[in-house]
């Protein structure tokens, strides 16, 4: 079993700026897994805050062989080998998990989401975000969501209320709300979830600093509106730790090392009467095509990686009334530019 890779930026349509970070563009990796004259596609898209870098990546890379691994894959075993390789990369290891999946897809004729179980007829709309930005910008980007029917707003900074009544000015789509750990005193973040429970909030991610548990999960007690645990939890051990703490999780295929870890979060999740955000980073159609399989196992999808990019080397994939409309294409259905 072969791997190739290859790097590039993957350039954002406009500055992306959240409560504590902006850029304009993403570091990506590209891997390719070869097999009896078949090729699956992974990606790895590194955002500078989870500590992951090309360079990282060119190294993780360099010391993996997958010339032991016998068809068909144990995931699983796959994940087991990585992790002894290091504790953390869950970008580069999401990407030789995904491109194994769509490699298995092609190899057994199946669609990935089919392997999962996952019915496309229950695809979630997806969200559109938008960064922090003036008001201006705000109304500029919210024409760019078209035929997205929910919104996600990056709060976590002291004008979220005046970016709410932006937004409100010109829309009333419902609305997804990330503070991104941005807000720091329990009442004041409680007092937000009712403001924004009123203003047509679905959801709200991660409201306080991760290590603050007592904190998010007195908000969550309180309110109104469901608490999404995002920065505070990465892999599936991460499920049962913040179990109570909030209403549901944000799962991402970067944070989870890939899809077979990503199921078993989501059912975990479910067995915990916990609900499921499907999340993304910075990426092109194969990390979104990978997130798309799995997300009709999920309650809420926020997979918006091609509507914001300019140099996705990939097809868009297709969309239709605010959801990714998955193929009968074996594997991924991934489609060059
Ligand atoms: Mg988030």
Same mark, same amino acid.
């Given at each position: 079993m072969k791997?190739? %890779?290859k790097s590039f930026e993957l350039e954002l349509k406009y500055p992306f700026t959240i409560?504590?970070?902006?850029?304009t563009s993403t570091p990506i990796m590209l891997v390719e897994i070869s097999h009896e004259g078949l090729t699956g596609y992974g990606e790895a898209s590194m955002v500078p805050y989870m500590g992951e870098s090309i360079e990282t990546a060119t190294n993780f890379l360099a010391a993996v062989d997958l010339g032991w691994?016998? %068809?068909?894959f144990n995931f699983?075993? $796959?994940m087991a080998y990585l992790d002894k390789k290091s504790p953390g990369d869950p970008n580069i290891k999401a990407a030789i998990d995904i491109a194994l999946h769509d490699l298995a897809g092609k190899l057994n004729n199946i669609p990935c989401y089919r392997m999962f179980g996952s019915d496309p007829s229950k695809m979630p709309e997806t969200a559109y975000t938008l960064g922090i930005d003036s008001p201006d910008m705000i109304i500029r980007k919210l024409q760019d969501a078209g035929d997205c029917h929910i919104?996600? $707003?990056k709060l976590g900074r002291d004008n979220d209320k005046e970016l709410i009544n932006t937004i409100r000015s010109v829309t009333n789509k419902p609305l997804f709300i990330d503070a991104n750990q941005g807000w720091t005193d329990r009442q004041q973040g409680l007092d937000m979830a009712c403001w924004l429970g009123e203003q047509g909030a679905l959801l709200i991610e991660q409201p306080m600093p991760k290590e603050d548990m007592d904190s998010n999960a007195w908000i969550t007690e309180r309110s109104p509106v469901p608490i999404i645990a995002d920065e505070a939890v990465q892999r599936f051990a991460d499920v049962d730790h913040v179990k109570g703490a909030y209403h549901g999780i944000n799962m991402k295929l970067m944070k989870s090392a890939g899809m077979a870890e990503g199921f078993r979060m989501i059912q975990r999740a479910k067995e915990l009467n916990m609900k499921v955000l499907i999340g993304c980073m910075s990426e092109t159609s194969c990390g979104t095509l990978a997130g798309a399989a799995l997300a009709p196992l999920c309650d809420w999808a926020d997979l918006d990686g091609p509507f914001l990019t300019t140099n996705n080397?990939?097809?868009d994939p297709d969309f239709r009334d605010g959801k990714w409309v998955l193929s009968d294409e074996a594997g991924l259905g991934l489609v060059a530019g």
């Open positions: 791997i190739g %890779y409560a504590r970070f902006s850029r691994l016998k %068809y068909p699983e075993e $796959v919104i996600k $707003v080397p990939f097809r």
